[in-house]
């Protein structure tokens, strides 16, 4: 096989710090980032994923990921099976410029897309000193 024709890639498990009390896999997706003067983006993969299936949150300039994929019902005799079924977790840290109350979330076609806007920074402002 040349460099050039397609490779099976394997999924990669997210290395775990703590124990799980559940005996469940969790999955890295693979990312995309994308910087503007504006905002943040990432794109996440994450196949068989439904939008119902996806849980974003930022807590402590942390962005974390996770996404569970549903067991497919096959009718039938399954012959082949390269798609391993399981959940996805992925972890940022985020800079603290961006405007948490701004920050959307879409799911479409196996990837997610999350907008980080970038919050303005602070203008310079004179400050009226009252008297008495």
């Not at 990669?12 to 999955?27: D, R, S």
């Not at 003067?37 to 849980?55: F, H, L, N, Y």
């Amino acid at each position: 096989m040349s460099e050039k024709e397609l490779k099976v890639q394997e999924k990669q498990l997210v290395q775990q710090e703590n124990e799980e009390t559940k005996p469940e896999k969790y999955f890295v997706p693979a990312v995309d980032i994308f910087e503007t003067d504006e905002q943040v983006t990432v794109v996440a993969e994450m196949p068989g994923v439904k939008s119902t299936g996806v849980d974003v949150s930022l807590e402590d300039d942390v962005l974390t990921i996770r996404g569970h994929r549903e067991e497919d019902e096959i009718d039938g005799r399954l012959l082949l099976q390269e798609y391993e079924s399981g959940s996805y977790l992925r972890r940022f840290t985020m800079a603290e410029t961006i405007d948490r109350d701004k920050i959307r979330a879409s799911m479409s076609g196996g990837l997610l897309k999350v907008e980080l806007p970038k919050a303005a920074p602070a203008q310079p402002r004179r400050i009226e000193v009252q008297a008495g």
